[in-house]
């Protein structure tokens, strides 16, 4: 008789739900929105072209070193930062 390999189902864990190092663990979707409070807090979003993000000191780093990006690239960009 051969032998019957046994399957397990999947539970889903999404990944953006996970908790990121930071002090304290967040989601994904609250990292975002304290993001997105800094970046209206300081007037970084561009006046004219509402979906770029305009870098200061601190969030340069986190661009790569781009001194504006779209929002979408913003998103992209922070979560190399993650673990």
């Known amino acids: ?6 399957t397990s189902k999947r539970k889903p864990n999404p ?4 908790p990121v190092v930071w002090s304290p663990p ?3 979707p ?6 997105w409070a800094y970046i ?4 970084l979003q561009d006046k004219k072209k509402r ?3 305009n870098a200061d000191d601190a ?3 986190v661009f790569n070193g781009k001194s504006q990006v779209s929002m979408f690239e913003m998103t992209k960009l922070v979560s190399k930062h993650l673990k």
């Open 30 to 35: 609250e990292l975002t929105k304290k993001l």
């Open 40 to 43: 209206k807090r300081r007037g």
């Open 15 to 18: 990944a953006f739900m996970r």
């Open 59 to 61: 969030l340069r780093p």
């Open 1 to 6: 008789m051969p032998k019957t390999k046994k």
């Open 51 to 53: 979906i770029m993000i």
């Open 26 to 28: 967040l989601s994904r």
